[in-house]
């Protein structure tokens, strides 16, 4: 009788707390959805980024030679044009990188095994000894690991001074200075 008689004086202080609890539990039940939408949209995003930057790739013929893996870089050292598409494609990594390390979404299975195969290519790859200075360990850590082999990738210059347009710097050279100084501020592209 005890209990009944509890229950008697007190129901509204448990009907309190009981519509608290079921608050809290739809509140939270909200928000592992909203999080999992949330999940799913930058996935979206980021597909979408991903396709327009290999659209470029497919609309611009002199691009093609960034996926040949016989372009010889002795004959034709890398155009401009094929080292900021490049550029793009790490900075989208990147992005990817550092969305996966925040739980943004899931990491990709494949991911390494798709790195190794884009940076095995040699333009890809003479561009990563250029620019890869100018990422952070973590992420240079990261892409390097999933390279097949371990050598140290280390930057030789191939553009001969004589290709450049006289009293022009070349595009890399501007990319380089403009990362430099906005390193650590976002960029937007």
């Keep these: 009788m ?16 009981s519509g ?3 608050a809290l539990f739809v509140v939270a039940l909200a928000s592992f959805f909203e999080a999992r ?30 996926l040949d893996p016989k372009a010889d870089l002795t004959t034709i050292s890398v155009t401009p044009e094929e080292e900021v598409f490049v550029i793009f494609l790490i900075l989208h990594l990147n ?10 979404f899931q990491q990709f299975g ?3 095994k798709d790195i ?3 940076f095995s290519l040699p333009v890809p790859r003479a561009v990563w000894a250029r620019v890869k200075d100018l990422q952070d360990p973590p992420f240079v850590k990261f892409v390097e690991r999933c390279f097949p082999s371990r050598e140290p990738l280390v930057y030789r210059p191939t553009i001969k001074s004589s290709l450049r347009a006289p009293g ?12 430099m100084v906005g390193r650590h501020s976002p960029i937007v592209l």
Excluded: C
Excluded at 2 to 17: K, V
Excluded at 95 to 104: D, G, I, L, N, W
């Design 110 to 112: 494949g991911l390494g």
């Design 37 to 66: 939408a949330r999940r799913v949209g930058n996935l979206i995003q980021l597909t979408q980024a991903h396709r327009d930057l290999w659209e470029r790739m497919y609309s611009q013929p002199e691009l093609s030679r960034i």
């Design 116 to 118: 190794e195969r884009f």
């Design 168 to 179: 022009k710097s070349h595009l890399a050279d501007v990319l380089y200075q403009l990362f």
């Design 2 to 17: 005890g209990f009944s008689n509890w229950i008697g004086h007190h129901w509204f202080l448990l009907l309190q707390t």
């Design 95 to 104: 992005s990817t990188y550092y969305a996966m390390r925040s739980e943004f």
């Design 20 to 22: 608290i609890v079921v």
